[in-house]
């Protein structure tokens, strides 16, 4: 795999023709900000992170107010990002389908090594995210700061993809520990979380004892396979060391929640029992606040993407189940269904939040379920 960001002139010419793109698609705003960014980086010093080129831009916001995640129980409304690509790349993402405006996977064929450059590929910052952050809560209802909310990070990006953006988040949930009353819930793929509390505990006692009753920790573990992982989360550490960050938060008395998705389809009904039972004893389900769940839902491109990376990693058999799976909606019912059915029976009654989008037919289903973890989508 060629690395964009080790040739200056490449990663040049790269930000030309993204901005050039953006411009194409009627987003000039964007595109003037995306070259003003790339005039800060070519002085960085971390012009690549994790093997992808930097573009870091002005942005005015960082945290949103009223997001939808909300319905997911995630939050109470608020939630904050510091970048919009994220260091990794996982085949089922919906953030690069959802943010079209800065995909680039459109050809630069001027530039050879910048071809297959697109939203996947980059990463994507907003510059001071911390003071962004403050000065949004600075102009906030200072109702709204008093008020004890749940604020969730990230929707589009990694907390914690590495030490660099450990740092970030941490100046930012600072700044939002100093503002207001909410608590913070993070979200990574990372097993770098253990860092993020113990940079916010690097303080008085008191702020300590603040940050264990304010910040609650998860971290994603939709397989239990290391190799399955590996196949369709491009540049993740291991699912097992994952876990073992969420152990370390749980031995040192930090509040943890549980993330068991996506989740692939699986055989029969026993298979998603065994998958279910596995997944609680491994996060350690009766020290989690809460436990959500998911199914893998397939937007845009992403279907492809999957179904690609399985066949890559030498997972034809989970390849096949997945497309044969996603073309009979009947069956990809059942795979929900099932895989709900396992998660209810392992999990005590008021921990499982289980995410499922619905249609017409199935939703009366699922609206019976919600006093069995069902949250209806």
């Known amino acids: 795999m060629d690395r964009r960001g080790d040739n200056p002139s490449a990663l040049r010419n790269a930000v030309v023709g993204l901005c050039a793109i953006v411009r194409g698609k009627g987003w000039e705003a964007m595109s003037t900000q995306l070259e003003?960014?790339?005039?800060?980086?070519?002085t960085d010093s971390r012009a690549v992170m994790n093997g992808k080129p930097v573009f870091t831009r002005p942005a005015k916001t960082v945290i949103n107010f009223e997001s939808n995640f909300s319905h997911k129980l995630l939050c109470d409304g608020p939630?904050?990002?510091?970048?919009?690509?994220?260091?990794?790349?996982?085949?089922f993402c919906y953030v690069p389908d959802l943010m079209r405006k800065l995909r680039a996977s459109v050809a630069y064929d001027q530039v050879e090594q910048a071809r297959a450059l697109g939203h996947d590929q980059i990463v994507v910052r907003r510059g001071g995210a911390a003071e962004i952050a403050r000065r949004q809560l600075e102009k906030a209802p200072a109702e709204l700061r008093r008020r004890r909310l749940v604020i969730y990070s990230s929707p589009l990006v990694d907390v914690a993809g590495n030490m660099e953006l450990v740092r970030e988040t941490v100046e930012i949930c600072r700044v939002i520990l100093e503002m207001t009353s909410w608590d913070i819930r993070l979200l990574s793929k990372s097993?770098?979380?253990p860092k993020v509390a113990e940079g916010l505990m690097d303080g008085?006692?008191?702020r300590r004892e603040e940050v264990r009753e304010r910040l609650i920790f998860g971290v994603s573990t939709g397989t239990l396979d290391d190799g399955l992982a590996k196949a369709?989360?491009?540049g993740t550490p291991l699912v097992s060391k994952r876990i073992q960050s969420l152990h370390w938060l749980q031995d040192n008395h930090f509040r943890t929640y549980g993330m068991i998705c996506p989740s692939l389809p699986l055989g029969g009904s026993d298979d998603y029992?065994?998958?279910?039972e596995e997944s609680a004893a491994a996060i350690r389900a009766d020290r989690c606040e809460h436990v959500w769940a998911e199914v893998i839902n397939l937007r845009?491109?992403?279907f492809s993407r999957t179904c690609a990376a399985l066949d890559a990693g030498g997972f034809q058999r989970e390849r096949e189940r997945l497309h044969e799976t996603s073309i009979n909606r009947d069956e990809w019912e059942s795979y929900a269904r099932a895989t709900f059915e396992g998660h209810a029976a392992w999990l005590p009654k008021g921990k499982l939040r289980f995410l499922q989008y619905v249609t017409p037919s199935t939703r009366s289903w699922?609206?019976?379920?919600k006093g069995r973890g069902a949250v209806v989508l």
Request: glycine share 8%; proline share 0%; hydrophobic share 30%.
């Open 300 to 302: 845009g491109e992403s």
């Open 366 to 369: 699922w609206e019976r379920q």
């Open 36 to 42: 003003l960014g790339n005039r800060t980086d070519r």
């Open 204 to 206: 008085e006692v008191e």
């Open 232 to 234: 369709f989360e491009d």
């Open 191 to 193: 097993n770098l979380l």
């Open 273 to 276: 029992y065994k998958f279910a």
């Open 79 to 91: 939630t904050f990002s510091a970048g919009d690509a994220c260091v990794y790349s996982c085949a």
